[in-house]
């Protein structure tokens, strides 16, 4: 069981003086002792709007993150509280609170689209926080979303970043939850009541035209709908009369409105319940150490005046892991033969084979601590969506007349349906098509048998099938090679180099091995001309013998990267 991390209070994360933004080595220390999971949710908003309050109840705690109480933001920077999940066990909730945006002290939107994207690029969940309606002065001031292809690159490739490209950016963004403050609106519609979450998606409609005003209207509502296809909107009451709204956090809960409680407790179920592990491309759960080395890797691109790029901070908790991994395996390997050879060996064979099982099991190490990506994800989504249509085929369903053309319909349902859900990473086409290669044999065997079609429709259907499948074979596999080629390069050059690595490790090891049988057998041969001149020549041919035999078998002692 993983020991758990739970800080007394929030700390900075990355300060933010004077412009600048700088890690705090303190809160990463934290977060390199968390070998749990991290489920991170950060908040962001206009600054006096009620952040740090809907932080401190996530956390399970009246006070906490600092509440303000005058016009000035309080927060400065991103700070962090690590506390123990309250619903998932062996998970650590990482709360990300953030200064509020449009400081009139401050007054550097630039600094503040950092924020914003800092958010964006470290959460599982992000929380938009913001007081009354969603009316356009709201959306005029949720423009940090329009900027996001300015702040963030989804990869290494140049021309890659916009709006159109935003398949590229869900697949790392997190889940977006609107949450609206003092709300005084009735949730109601032509009389019928709605929920809010029916009144973002009305609020996120687009206005038809082309025109400048039209433009302005779309672009912050467009980048919502295709950043975040996984949204969620809660409506807050006034939380206490005005005058009390100073020293909120230190009203007693029956000083607070009713229905303020309720809302808060329902945000809160929702939040704890609903947000995801933090991942990476391929669904690879992210934990502290992980988080740490993605805080560092995206500060310090912005930083130098680079943007923070997604890709490299992969890559780059790539090379960090399978350079501990190379460690891990020669410790291994060293701890496994300082522990079974007992220098010299009875003979060069059982030296060979230790040496062997101990490459083999170092070999087991670096492989199960290395960082790559894995289709477990893909196939787990694969089989929550084509499970029916297996059922089916298992229940006969579509061994009837007809049942070809309703097989082939079904299948492409649920091809779509496999293509809007969110975050399935880079591979998530690769998988599709090697599922959908693996039932074409159901599918012509139906065909055959679909007693509804002739013998010319089978031939004209069977000729259509393999064009259609060829051409998108074809184009799948064109899009996979452009989008993952390069990063599975970098990759595979960071996992070769580190296998190289280890492999040098060991073959001097193997010399250091040759060296000390070499010296065994200079020994037996001084052993062997003592034995001559002192007439001993049947002790002498018997020794003869061990010689050929550590001699021959010298030859067998491999270097290891001809075994690998």
């Known amino acids: 069981m993983a020991p758990e991390i739970n800080l007394p209070g929030p700390m900075s994360l990355i300060d933010n003086t004077k412009g600048q933004l700088v890690v705090n080595p303190e809160a990463l220390k934290i977060l390199s002792a968390i070998t749990q999971p991290v489920v991170v949710v950060a908040i962001v908003g206009l600054y006096r709007t009620g952040k740090s309050y809907l932080m401190n109840k996530l956390a399970g705690k009246k006070n906490g993150f600092s509440l303000g109480s005058t016009v000035k933001s309080h927060t400065k920077g991103i700070w962090m509280w690590c506390v123990p999940h309250p619903k998932k066990p062996e998970h650590t909730l990482v709360l990300l609170d953030t200064e509020g945006l ?22 599982s969940t992000f929380v938009y926080n913001s007081m009354g309606t969603i009316n356009q002065q709201a959306m005029d001031q949720l423009h940090y979303v329009t900027e996001l292809t300015d702040r963030i690159k989804a990869n290494s490739s140049p021309g890659n970043n916009s709006v159109d490209d935003s398949a590229d950016f869900v697949s790392f963004f997190p889940a977006f939850v609107w949450t609206l403050r003092d709300f005084t609106l009735e949730l109601e519609v032509d009389g019928e009541p709605i929920t809010a979450d029916d009144y973002l998606e009305l609020s ?23 950043f975040f296809p996984k949204r969620k909107c809660f409506v807050f009451d ?13 009203l007693k809960e029956e000083e607070l409105n009713p229905d303020f409680i309720e809302q808060v407790a329902e945000f809160c179920s929702y939040i704890l319940s609903h947000s995801n592990v933090k991942t990476l491309s391929g669904g690879i759960p992210v934990n502290g150490p992980r988080l740490e080395s993605l805080v560092l890797t995206y500060v310090n691109a912005i930083s130098s005046g680079d943007l923070p790029c997604m890709e490299n901070a992969v890559l780059a908790l790539a090379q960090i892991e399978n350079s501990a991994a190379v460690e891990k395996a020669i410790a291994h390997y060293e701890q496994q033969m300082g522990q079974k050879v007992q220098l010299p060996t009875e003979t060069l064979q059982e030296l060979l084979d230790l040496h062997r099982d101990s ?33 089916d085929v298992k229940q006969g369903t579509f061994s009837k007349p007809g049942g070809y053309r309703l097989f082939t319909q079904k299948l492409q349902e649920l091809k779509n349906k496999y293509y809007q859900v969110p975050r399935k990473g880079i591979q998530a086409k690769e998988v599709l098509k090697k599922y959908l290669e693996s039932k074409e044999d159901v599918a012509d065997a139906l065909l055959q048998t679909d007693q509804s079609l002739s013998e010319k429709e089978k031939a004209i259907e069977v000729e259509r099938i393999k064009a259609e499948s060829a051409e998108a074979a074809k184009k799948m596999l064109e899009e996979i090679q452009k989008k993952n080629e390069e990063m599975m390069e970098q990759k595979e050059k960071s996992y070769q180099e580190h296998v190289k690595q280890l492999t040098e490790k060991m073959e001097r090891d193997r010399a250091q091995l040759m060296a000390e049988q070499e010296k065994t057998l200079a020994l037996k041969l001084q ?38």
Not at 238 to 250: G, I, T
Not at 371 to 390: A, C, H, T, W, Y
Not at 546 to 552: C, L, P, R, S, T
Request: aromatic content about 8%; proline content about 4%.
């Open 238 to 250: 006034w939380p206490a009369p005005k005058k009390y709204l100073a020293h909120l956090e230190q």
């Open 359 to 391: 490459e083999r099991e170092a070999i087991e190490v670096f492989m199960k601590n290395s960082f790559k990506d894995v289709d477990q994800m893909f196939q787990r989504k694969l089989g929550d969506i084509f499970g029916p249509l297996e059922e």
């Open 527 to 564: 052993e062997q001309e003592r034995l001559l001149k002192e007439g001993f020549e049947n002790e002498s041919k018997r020794l003869q013998k061990d010689i050929w035999d550590i001699q021959m078998r010298s030859k067998s002692l491999e270097p290891i990267c001809n075994i690998l």
């Open 102 to 123: 449009g400081d009139i002290e401050k007054g550097d939107n630039e600094n503040d689209s950092w924020i914003f994207a800092l958010a964006i690029l470290l959460s």
């Open 204 to 226: 996120l409609k687009l206005r038809k035209g082309t025109d400048k005003k039209s433009k302005s209207f779309n672009d912050p509502r467009l980048c919502i709908r295709k």
